[in-house]
């Protein structure tokens, strides 16, 4: 196995740059594409995640005799320890990529013992990629004093609340979207604060996984499986 290599240089065929939330972790997240940004900006979102990394390791394999190597673009932590890998791919990339995986590279990935998500680019909705960049930056804000501890506390006695209930219960919308953003309340993977939305501590919500954040609204893909 090789050592993770560095992030390529910059291409007009695609968008490099790098994610950082502090709050999150100190190291920044890097990307080559949009697809790729936004699957990290999903998972800085999702209850559970506690470490995400880019271009982690590389994983050599054999496609008959050739060999040859594979780059996961995402290498993820879970707080309860176990790993998975993130690869996004949109057309035409992703034909190839699965070409690749009958050649030999499932197989590789098998040994790894991680289960290796592949999110297709149809999960560039429009709408909800303007929910998670409104939730990011809502996640950025500094509280008033005390609100946020409030929040929490209303939140750990309610059962079946929404957002609606909370902002009757005199909890502004961008408080509500902070805690949502840190990771601290939860919507669910569709990431809406219409009034309607089931609101809960995101700690109720560590039994799902990532894939059904990345995959929203169905289940993004494990290829190694």
């Not at 936004?38 to 060999?67: D, M, N, W, Y």
């Not at 057309?91 to 009958?102: A, G, H, M, T, V």
């Not at 990935?109 to 991680?114: A, I, K, P």
């Not at 929910?131 to 804000?141: F, N």
Request: charged content about 20%.
């Amino acid at each position: 196995m090789k050592p993770p290599r560095k992030i390529i240089t910059r291409s007009p065929h695609r968008s490099v740059g790098a994610v950082h939330e502090p709050w999150f972790q100190a190291e920044p997240i890097q990307h080559e594409s949009r697809l790729e940004k936004h699957c990290i900006e999903i998972l800085l979102l999702t209850p559970g995640v506690v470490r995400i990394e880019s271009q982690p390791l590389a994983i050599e394999f054999k496609a008959g005799e050739r060999p040859q190597h594979y780059t996961p673009d995402l290498r993820i932590t879970l707080s309860d320890g176990t790993q998975a890998l993130v690869e996004a791919k949109g057309q035409p990339f992703e034909k190839r990529f699965r070409e690749l995986l009958d050649a030999g590279l499932r197989d590789a990935v098998r040994s790894l013992g991680l289960p290796l998500y592949l999110v297709p680019s149809q999960l560039l909705d429009p709408e909800r990629t303007a929910q998670v960049s409104a939730l990011r930056a809502m996640a950025r804000r500094t509280p008033p004093p005390g609100a946020l501890d409030a929040l929490l506390t209303w939140a750990s006695l309610q059962s079946g609340a929404t957002v609606g209930d909370a902002e009757q219960a005199g909890y502004a919308l961008g408080l509500i979207g902070h805690a949502v953003g840190r990771r601290l309340l939860t919507v669910g993977p569709s990431f809406d604060l219409k009034p309607q939305q089931p609101l809960f501590l995101a700690n109720n919500h560590e039994h799902l996984h990532p894939d059904h954040w990345l995959g929203h609204p169905g289940r993004a893909e494990d290829v190694a499986a």
